[in-house]
């Protein structure tokens, strides 16, 4: 009876030393969760890739190839075509008539070419008193201008004018004017004798001073 006490007590105290291990055992190999901490993830922005003018690589034997990138196209707009106006129709030239000679005083008829037109110069018809003198200038073959003036004062008494031969191989030159006709006759070398106006005292009589002399 007493071994069998002995004994129960040792297997007691072995069992409470047995589950005394135990607890220890659990708790040591039990680890306590360690409380970790995210970490924070700095996010960077994307850069774009830069394009570098050349890229290098390296060939298996050792040498460097240089690739020179192939650079893109650029697209010209193609402009929008403008509406050209259709050409207007040129008019065509006229025919500007060829000038005129220069015009005389009066509306002069054709004149017509005589062999009796009076040489230019200075004609008069007296040297004293009341005289007058007559300005000539050929103008064509057929015509010639004239003014008449007073020989003492020179004041003009007539107008330049043109006086016509109207006749081929006429002898008198013919002035018509809106008041006054005037008829120089010129049959007689470096003489004219005028009708039609009034010569004054000394008459209607008038010489070339060039080559007749006054009388």
């Known amino acids: 009876m007493k071994k069998t006490t002995i004994i ?7 069992l409470i030393a047995g589950c005394g291990k135990k607890k220890d055992e659990e708790v040591v190999i039990t680890p306590t969760p360690a409380v970790t901490q995210a970490a924070e993830v700095t996010v960077l922005p994307t850069e774009e890739a830069q394009v570098s003018v050349s890229a290098t690589r390296t060939p298996i034997k050792g040498e460097p190839i240089i690739e020179t990138p192939t650079p893109a ?27 005129t000679s220069t015009p005389t005083p009066t509306d002069v008829p054709a004149s017509a070419t005589s062999d009796y037109l009076p040489p230019s110069g200075y004609y008069t018809n007296g040297s004293s008193g009341g005289f007058r003198y007559i300005n000539i200038s050929a103008i064509d073959a057929g015509s010639f201008s004239f003014s008449i003036h007073d020989g003492e004062s020179g004041d003009t008494v007539f107008n330049s004018n043109v006086a016509v031969f109207e006749g081929a191989n006429s002898t008198t030159a013919v002035y018509r004017g809106q008041n006054y006709t005037l008829y120089f006759d010129c049959s007689s070398y470096g003489t004219i004798s005028v009708s039609g106006f009034d010569g004054g005292p000394a008459g209607n009589t008038f010489w070339n001073t060039d080559i007749h002399q006054a009388g």
């Open 8 to 14: 129960l007590t040792f297997c007691v105290i072995a």
């Open 73 to 99: 196209p650029t697209f010209t707009p193609t402009p929008e075509p403008t509406n050209t106006p259709m050409p207007t129709n040129t008019p065509a030239p006229t025919n500007t008539p060829a000038p």
